[in-house]
């Protein structure tokens, strides 16, 4: 089967959903990570977009993705979504109809990020079953530790109706992570690897295994 992971910005695949990833490439799955906008340059001095793109990269092959791609958004300090709804969907159609993926995961659409939003409803759109791209089977919504948790119910809530068991994958999820050196923070930040294990067990907990990554199914074809 062949999976695309579709996110906004660079270490959005591996927070939102690293283990899953380790673990459908183990079980012989194609997955392709496609990074939209590689906003990391612009935010942190002394990181360009070259050295982002490669600690993408090397995330990827830690996880063992068999490919990893760029959209190039968001290289002059603007925001994805400051672009047109037209331009996002566009792009991302042409990414699907490039890798034919069997299934798609990416943002929840409740983010409290406005990237993260833009992604989820242009994915949406492209992915219809009417549409261009309807040899997708199912698409999938992840949470990112720092955006949908601090939506508070003010939109969408992420009420997670399928788990991942990662158990085995948790610190090659962690060790991935690290590569993102910039994003990663002491506790509590959300983004430490303390919660990011936290929070591992929790999903886990949830669904009766020791560790598990939660996603919303909004389409699944069977």
Same mark, same amino acid.
């Given at each position: ?32 990570i496609h990074i939209?906008?590689?906003? /990391?340059? $612009?935010? %942190?001095? #002394? ?5 982002? =793109? ?7 092959? *830690? ?8 959209g190039g958004y ?11 709804q037209q331009n ?15 299934? /798609?995961? $990416?943002? %929840?659409? #409740? ?5 993260? =939003? ?7 759109? *492209? ?96």
């Amino acid at each position: 089967m062949t999976v695309l992971v579709v996110v906004a910005h660079p270490d959005d695949e591996t927070i939102g959903m690293g283990g899953t990833i380790a673990r459908l490439a183990d079980e012989g799955n194609l997955v392709h990570i496609h990074i939209l906008a590689e906003g /990391v340059s $612009t935010r %942190h001095e #002394g990181v360009d977009s070259d050295e982002a =793109r490669r600690r993408c990269q090397t995330a990827a092959t *830690v996880l063992g993705a068999s490919e990893c791609s760029f959209g190039g958004y968001s290289t002059d300090g603007r925001l994805l979504s400051d672009d047109s709804q037209q331009n996002v969907v566009s792009a991302i159609e042409k990414l699907v109809d490039s890798v034919q993926p069997s299934a /798609v995961f $990416t943002h %929840h659409p #409740g983010d409290i990020h406005a990237d993260h =939003r833009a992604v989820a409803v242009a994915v949406g759109y *492209v992915t219809k079953t009417f549409g261009r791209c309807n040899r997708v089977r199912e698409v999938l919504h992840f949470e990112v530790l720092s955006s949908t948790e601090q939506q508070n119910g003010l939109v969408v809530p992420f009420w997670p109706n399928v788990f991942y068991d990662i158990s085995d994958y948790v610190e090659r999820k962690c060790a991935a992570v690290v590569e993102y050196v910039e994003e990663v923070a002491p506790f509590p930040h959300p983004r430490s690897l303390d919660i990011i294990r936290a929070q591992a067990r929790v999903r886990g907990a949830q669904a009766g295994v020791s560790a598990a990554e939660a996603f919303v199914l909004s389409r699944s074809v069977r």
